[in-house]
């Protein structure tokens, strides 16, 4: 039986200027390696980036970062994504899987970074826990944001809306969900993907019927962001978006 939520963990979130990702430019990301003991690695990264373009007051409002504040603070996007490359390309090497809550929003930001400013990427096994925890305990009732999911799990999340502290909850709400559920522990990160996007498209098709109107069923990345999708060629190759 596998017990790869117990071993060390990538955890990943950003802070952007809006929900477009072929628009909207990231201000805030963490990449943080956690080690089974919980122990936060020195080789994570976390910082503001200077997006180069205004920043709306409700995104302002929302993480706290205003556009004059990014431009004192923050470092160059293309230097942000070289941070995330190296610890992203080093977990794929140890086969660590990369944690995302809502990958549906945050990866598709990184791989229209990665084509705006050619930087290259080896694709990581994703593991969102907000579909884990849709698909464990579909009937639930109540909130899925990660301020809710967190404190159902008994995980601490110190700030909502900054990247380092929504990454580290991330983490910790994933190895909740292994030991809690067997479903969860006994399949492997890489067998994991195809499951995930099934769950995925299960809870979009339900909510959608629920709602009468579409709901995007792509997972890791939503079908109206496929044109980012260039993963044509082996996972242990480096790609470059040209």
Same mark, same amino acid.
């Given at each position: 039986?596998?017990?790869?939520?117990?071993?060390?963990?990538?955890?990943?979130?950003?802070?952007?200027?809006?929900?477009?990702?072929?628009?909207?430019?990231?201000?805030?990301?963490?990449?943080?390696?956690?080690?089974?003991?919980?122990?936060?690695?020195? /080789?994570?990264?976390?910082?503001?980036?200077?997006? $180069?373009?205004?920043?709306?007051?409700?995104?302002?409002?929302?993480?706290?970062? #205003?556009?004059?504040?990014? &431009? @004192?603070? $923050?470092?160059?996007?293309?230097?942000?994504?070289?941070?995330?490359?190296? @610890?992203?390309?080093?977990?794929?090497?140890?086969?660590?899987?990369?944690?995302?809550?809502?990958?549906?929003?945050?990866?598709?930001?990184?791989?229209? /970074? #990665?084509?705006?400013? $050619?930087? #290259?990427?080896? &694709?990581?096994?994703?593991?969102?826990?907000?579909?884990?925890? &849709?698909?464990?305990?579909?009937?639930?009732?109540?909130?899925?944001?990660?301020?809710?999911?967190?404190?159902?799990?008994?995980?601490? @999340?110190?700030?909502?809306?900054?990247?380092?502290?929504?990454?580290?909850?991330?983490?910790?709400?994933?190895?909740?969900?292994?030991?809690?559920?067997?479903?969860?522990?006994?399949?492997?990160?890489?067998?994991?993907?195809?499951?995930?996007?099934?769950?995925?498209?299960?809870?979009?098709?339900?909510?959608?019927?629920? @709602?009468?109107?579409?709901?995007?069923?792509?997972?890791?990345?939503?079908?109206?962001?496929?044109?980012?999708?260039?993963?044509?060629?082996?996972?242990?190759?480096?790609? &470059?978006?040209?």
């Amino acid at each position: 039986m596998h017990q790869w939520t117990q071993n060390s963990l990538l955890s990943f979130d950003l802070e952007t200027t809006g929900l477009n990702p072929l628009e909207d430019r990231i201000v805030q990301a963490a990449v943080v390696l956690i080690a089974a003991d919980g122990t936060v690695s020195d /080789e994570s990264w976390d910082g503001i980036v200077n997006p $180069g373009v205004q920043i709306p007051p409700g995104a302002s409002n929302i993480h706290g970062i #205003t556009t004059e504040r990014a &431009r @004192l603070e $923050g470092v160059a996007p293309v230097d942000a994504l070289r941070h995330m490359a190296r @610890l992203i390309d080093e977990a794929v090497e140890a086969g660590v899987p990369m944690v995302i809550y809502n990958a549906p929003f945050d990866w598709p930001f990184v791989l229209a /970074e #990665t084509q705006r400013h $050619g930087v #290259t990427l080896r &694709r990581p096994d994703i593991i969102d826990p907000l579909v884990l925890d &849709r698909a464990m305990d579909r009937y639930r009732r109540g909130s899925r944001k990660l301020e809710a999911v967190a404190a159902h799990y008994g995980c601490n @999340l110190l700030q909502a809306h900054d990247a380092r502290s929504d990454a580290i909850a991330a983490a910790a709400i994933v190895r909740a969900q292994g030991a809690r559920y067997a479903d969860v522990r006994a399949v492997a990160p890489d067998a994991l993907q195809p499951l995930q996007a099934k769950w995925h498209a299960e809870h979009a098709q339900s909510l959608s019927q629920h @709602l009468g109107k579409p709901i995007d069923p792509g997972w890791p990345l939503p079908t109206n962001a496929s044109a980012l999708d260039r993963w044509q060629e082996p996972r242990a190759m480096k790609l &470059r978006f040209d």
